[in-house]
C-alpha cells in the first residue's frame, strides 16, 4: 500500500499571495479552475495502491477547508485528512510530528509533495524507479538555466546511477542545472534521518535555547537538515522529469501554473475547457469558465482585462483597462522558470500582474495598469504602478 502528504503549510507563508488569500488559503486558491492542491490530490489517487492522503499545515481547520476534504473523499473515494501542526515545523517536522500516522497500516513508501508547485506530477513513473531500485530518499528533479538555479535547491548527481552526490539549498554561485521539484518519494526508512535531526535539535537547544532565538527541536528542514547532510551517502536518488513544473510562489506564478494546466487539459480534463455555444462568448485558446460566471458575447467589445486577476464579487465598467505586466519564463529557452518575484526595487514598485481583491469596482472608462487593489475598493481614477490600500 502507499500513501500521500501534501504539506500545505499555514497562514504566516503565502504572504506574497495578498491580497488573495485574506479571502481564501493559498492551497485552495483556484488554479486552472479548481483548488490549487486538488491537482496533487487527483494526481496522487491515480496511483494504484494509494490507501490515504494526508495534507499537513498549521492552518485553522476552518469551514472551506473543512468542505474541501469532504469534496476530496467522495469524488476520489479515498480517506483525504488534515494533520494540523501546533507549530510551524518546516518542510520535515511535521513528517516526523505525524509519524504514527503516516507509517499506521504499513505503507511500502510515501509520496511528500509541497502545495506550492505546479506538475504533471509523474507520480506513476518515480513509484517504478523506486521499486527498481529502492532507496529511503526520491527526489523529482529538472533543469533549469545557470542563473535561476541559484534561486533553488540545486542537485549533483552521478549520471549512472542517478545518486545525489551534493546538495544545496539556494546556492550563491552555480553548483548545478538540476533542481529540487519539491515532489518526493520517500520509504518509511527515511524517517530515521528526521529522528538524529530531532534529537540533535534537542541536544542543542538545551545548550543554545538562552537566546530565546532557537528554533524549537521538532522543527526541521528536509533540504538543509536532511538532503544535503545525507546527500554521498547512497541514500538519496533522483528522478529527472522533462515535464511541467512550476512553483506558486506569488499571484503571477499562479497565473501562469493556470496556463500550464490549461495546456495539459486537452488530454487530462478536456470536460473543464470552455466550448463554443450557440449566441456564447468566442473562446480563443485554452479557457475554464466557471460553472457558476456568466460571459456575455459582447464582453470583448467593453473590457479590456489582460494579465490580471479579478477578485470574487468585484466589478470592471465598459471600456475599461485592467492590465499587468506577466512574469512568464523566456519562451526560447526551454529550461527556464519563473524568476522569483519581488514587488519593490529601489522603493519602487516593479510592473507586475494586476490584482484586484475581492468586491473591487472598477469604474467605466480607466486604466489600472501593474497595480494592487486591495478588497472592497471603489476607484473613481486610473492608476498605474501603485499599491491602492
Not at 255 to 284: D, M, V, W
Request: glycine letters at 8%; one cysteine or more.
Amino acid at each position: 500500500m502507499l500513501k500521500a502528504v501534501i504539506l500545505i503549510g499555514g497562514p504566516q507563508k503565502g504572504t506574497r499571495f495578498r491580497p488573495l488569500s485574506f479571502e481564501v488559503p493559498k492551497p485552495l486558491f483556484p488554479v486552472a479552475g479548481v483548488p490549487m492542491i486538488q491537482h496533487h490530490i487527483e494526481a496522487c489517487a491515480q496511483v494504484p495502491g494509494m490507501q490515504e492522503i494526508l495534507l499537513i499545515g498549521f492552518y485553522q481547520p476552518d469551514e472551506p477547508l473543512t468542505r474541501f476534504l469532504e469534496a476530496a473523499q467522495q469524488e476520489f473515494n479515498l480517506p483525504v485528512r488534515y494533520l494540523q501542526e501546533f507549530a510551524p515545523l518546516g518542510t520535515g517536522g511535521g513528517l516526523y510530528h505525524f509519524r504514527d500516522q503516516i507509517l499506521a497500516g504499513g505503507p511500502e513508501a510515501f509520496f511528500v509533495l509541497n502545495a506550492d508547485v505546479c506538475s504533471d506530477f509523474p507520480l506513476s513513473a518515480m513509484l517504478a524507479a523506486h521499486r527498481h531500485q529502492p532507496h529511503p530518499f526520491l527526489l523529482l528533479g529538472t533543469t533549469a538555466n545557470r542563473t535561476q538555479s541559484l534561486s533553488y535547491g540545486c542537485i549533483v548527481e552521478n549520471p549512472q546511477t542517478h545518486e545525489v552526490l551534493h546538495y544545496v539549498e539556494k546556492p550563491s554561485t552555480f553548483v548545478s542545472d538540476i533542481i529540487n521539484c519539491g515532489i518526493y518519494l520517500f520509504s518509511p526508512e527515511a524517517l530515521k534521518p528526521l529522528r538524529d535531526v530531532f534529537q540533535r535539535n534537542q541536544k542543542d537547544g538545551q545548550l543554545e535555547d538562552s537566546s530565546g532565538l532557537w528554533r524549537g527541536a521538532g522543527t526541521i528542514r528536509l533540504e538543509q537538515d536532511v538532503f544535503s547532510a545525507l546527500a554521498g551517502q547512497g541514500q538519496i536518488y533522483v528522478h529527472l522529469n522533462d515535464g511541467i513544473w512550476s512553483q506558486i510562489k506569488s499571484a503571477g506564478s499562479a497565473l501562469y501554473a493556470s496556463r500550464l494546466y490549461l495546456g495539459q487539459y486537452q488530454l487530462t480534463h478536456p470536460e473543464r475547457l470552455a466550448k463554443h455555444s450557440p449566441g456564447g462568448p468566442r473562446i480563443r485558446g485554452n479557457v475554464y469558465i466557471h460553472p457558476t460566471a456568466k460571459v456575455a458575447p459582447s464582453a470583448v467589445e467593453h473590457t479590456c482585462v489582460l494579465h490580471s486577476i479579478v477578485g470574487w464579487g468585484s466589478t470592471v465598467g465598459r471600456w475599461a483597462r485592467v492590465e499587468g505586466t506577466p512574469n512568464d519564463p523566456n519562451p526560447n529557452d526551454p529550461r527556464a522558470h519563473m524568476d522569483s518575484e519581488s514587488l519593490f526595487k529601489d522603493g519602487k514598485l516593479l510592473p507586475a500582474i494586476t490584482i484586484l481583491g475581492c468586491r473591487v469596482r472598477i469604474p467605466a472608462e480607466v486604466l489600472i495598469l501593474n497595480s494592487i487593489v486591495l478588497p472592497h475598493k471603489e476607484l473613481s481614477r486610473s492608476f498605474t504602478n501603485q499599491i491602492i490600500l
